[in-house]
């Protein structure tokens, strides 16, 4: 089956340590979405790219948060400084335009920051 | 406003039941999809079905079937014959601005079941 892989799967970091959190879409998706889920909030959508190019990354705080597709096989989401507010589960899901009703979703990364 | 509205934070329903789970929605995009998920406790999201805004039948996909009251703006879950595997977080979501391209899902804030005995 194919899937989207995420890493690391759990990382605890220290308040003002930068995070790095990665994501490879599946072969031949275009679209990679990065979403955030807390208790609070739920599942927020931050960023999302399409064949690389970034179409919407209005749920992001730009002051901290960065998210990149430096190849069609890697998506980036990165946090600097981190903040304790940032603890949550980051997800990152890919789909295809040719398959609009499928969206993959990769396990997540558990983000701890003390 | 809520584009997606779950107002059940947790249900419970007995094995081998049925349970439905309820969704509302609000857009005024002609052309949107509505998806379910699922996640169980390891944390991953499951896609379990799909319902376009056209698509005249409701979506079924083995236990699962999708109750879509296009009037109402309701997109409820009915789950036949629970299992305790069935124990997880559901979630009703929306992609609005369907245009044939995978574009953003906006997801609602969840629905806890417990399969019991």
């Known amino acids: 089956d194919a899937r989207v892989t995420q890493t690391p799967r759990d990382k605890v970091t220290e308040m003002g340590q930068e995070v790095t959190m990665r994501c490879q879409p599946i072969?031949?998706?275009?679209?990679v979405f990065w979403y955030r889920q807390t208790m609070m909030q739920g599942l927020e959508l931050l960023a999302y790219?399409?064949?690389?190019?970034?179409?919407?990354d209005s749920g992001m705080p730009k002051d901290r948060f960065s998210a990149e597709m430096p190849d069609a096989t890697l998506a980036t989401l990165k946090i600097q400084p981190s903040e304790p507010r940032d603890s949550a589960v980051y997800f990152c899901?890919?789909?295809?335009?040719?398959?609009?009703?499928?969206?993959?979703f990769g396990s997540g990364t558990r983000l701890t920051v003390v | 406003a809520q584009k997606i509205t779950q107002t059940q934070p947790g249900m419970f329903v007995q094995e081998k039941e049925a349970v439905t789970l309820d969704c509302t929605y609000d857009?005024?995009?002609?052309?949107?999809?509505l998806f379910w998920y699922k996640q169980p406790s390891s944390g991953e999201m499951i896609f379990l079905i799909y319902?376009?805004?056209?698509?005249?039948q409701n979506a079924t996909e083995g236990r699962y079937s999708l109750n879509f009251q296009k009037a109402r703006k309701s997109a409820n879950l009915v789950i036949s014959a629970s299992q305790l595997g069935d124990s997880a977080m559901y979630f009703c979501?929306?992609?609005?601005?369907?245009?044939?391209?995978?574009?953003?899902?906006?997801f609602g804030t969840g629905t806890r079941l417990q399969v019991t005995l």
């Open positions: 979501a929306m992609r609005e601005d369907f245009t044939g391209t995978a574009s953003k899902l906006t």
């Open positions: 899901a890919s789909g295809s335009s040719m398959d609009p009703y499928g969206y993959t």
């Open positions: 319902q376009g805004s056209y698509d005249q």
């Open positions: 857009t005024s995009d002609p052309s949107y999809g």
């Open positions: 790219f399409r064949n690389r190019a970034p179409l919407d």
């Open positions: 072969l031949g998706h275009n679209t």
